[in-house]
């Protein structure tokens, strides 16, 4: 939504595994059907994975953030509603939750 905070940490430490397991245990990228990593042999540091695998990792991220980003600014609506309720209060029920995703469903255009 425009800012970076720390909070998001463990979040990119999972998104890095994925996208480690993806290319570099699975083979699922344009770095080829090889493993580099998996089950006891994943890596503690990243630094020791072949160059090509690391550059298809950080591009499997980067096209996850802006799938993520577009998604979110296209429910941009939505948000904005939930903040603006939780703003006023500190929790919700998920039948309040409901109730203000029903009053903003239709501003959120389709996928």
Same mark, same amino acid.
Request: glycine share 8%.
């Given at each position: 939504l425009g800012s970076y905070s720390a909070g998001n940490s463990s979040d990119l430490e999972k998104a890095t595994s994925i996208a480690m397991r993806y290319v570099a245990t699975y083979g699922m990228s344009e770095a080829g059907l090889v493993q580099y990593a998996g089950g006891r042999r994943a890596p503690k540091d990243l630094a020791t994975l072949p160059d090509e695998v690391r550059f298809e990792m950080r591009k499997v991220l980067d096209e996850c953030f802006v799938a993520a980003k577009a998604r979110i600014e296209r429910c941009r609506p939505a948000i904005d509603a939930f903040v603006s309720e939780l703003s006023e209060r500190s929790t919700?029920?998920? +039948? +309040? =939750? =409901?109730?203000?995703? +029903?009053?903003v469903r239709d501003q959120i255009p389709e996928a």
């Open positions: 919700m029920t998920g +039948e +309040e =939750l =409901l109730q203000v995703w +029903e009053s």
